[in-house]
């Protein structure tokens, strides 16, 4: 069964440094999501693609974070530089229609 | 503002027991509606969904959920859960982008 692959799936950094995530959906779904996930609350949509084009960035800290999808396959998410309240859950999920989502394990994020 | 509510944080079942998770959504218009559960270790999967049509869904692992549009809500059931439930159970709603609940914790006693 295709699943969606996210590296690394931890990750330990100090404040002011950057860090970097990687998430290559399932073959062929033209959405891609990444989300933040607060430990006890429910994942919160960071930025949406469809294929290499943003649609939703809203919620977004654009000052420190960035992502991308160059060629509409795999994406990175960037943050630089890393705070202290940026300890969370990274998701990233896909989907062929915009309906269902399908998530990959997370890359979990400490900032020390 | 558009908003998921889960009523329960943590509920704690003894096995064969019945089980109801409320969810609550302030979106305007047509929604789609899905649960979603995290075992313990492992990443967010699809339980049930619901687009249009039959109310009442069925989904994996002898889940169902029901969508009352006038009541703004999509509950989910199990007649009966195992101890193999136990896990966080999230609830989310989507219109133009996806909102997710806070989530449920499970814990079901053997």
């Known amino acids: 069964e295709a699943e969606v692959a996210q590296s690394p799936r931890y990750k330990i950094t100090e404040k002011s440094q950057a860090v970097a995530f990687w998430c290559d959906p399932i073959?062929?779904?033209?959405?891609l999501y990444w989300y933040r996930q607060i430990l006890g609350q429910g994942p919160e949509l960071l930025v949406q693609?469809?294929?290499?084009?943003?649609?939703?960035d809203s919620q977004l800290p654009k000052d420190r974070f960035s992502a991308e999808r160059l060629k509409g396959v795999d994406s990175t998410l960037k943050i630089q530089p890393a705070e202290l309240g940026d300890s969370a859950m990274y998701l990233c999920?896909?989907?062929?229609?915009?309906?269902?989502?399908?998530f990959g394990p997370g890359t979990r994020l400490t900032v020390t | 503002a558009q908003s998921v509510s889960q009523h329960n944080h943590h509920v704690i079942l003894s096995e064969a027991a019945s089980l109801e998770l409320g969810c609550n959504y302030s979106?305007?218009?047509?929604?789609?509606l899905f649960w979603y559960v995290q075992y313990p270790g492992q990443h967010l999967q699809l339980l049930l969904k619901?687009?249009?049509?039959?109310?009442l869904v069925k989904g994996i692992k002898g889940f169902e959920a029901e969508f009352i549009k006038s009541k703004f809500s999509f509950n989910l059931r199990k007649p009966s859960v195992q101890w193999s439930d136990t896990a966080e159970y999230f609830c989310?709603?989507?219109?133009?982008?996806?909102?997710f609940g806070a989530g449920t914790r499970l814990t079901v006693k053997p």
């Open positions: 693609f469809q294929d290499e084009s943003v649609v939703d």
């Open positions: 619901y687009f249009s049509g039959d109310p």
């Open positions: 989310a709603v989507s219109n133009n982008d996806m909102r």
């Open positions: 979106y305007g218009g047509t929604v789609n």
């Open positions: 073959s062929g779904h033209a959405t």
């Open positions: 999920a896909s989907s062929q229609n915009r309906n269902e989502q399908y």
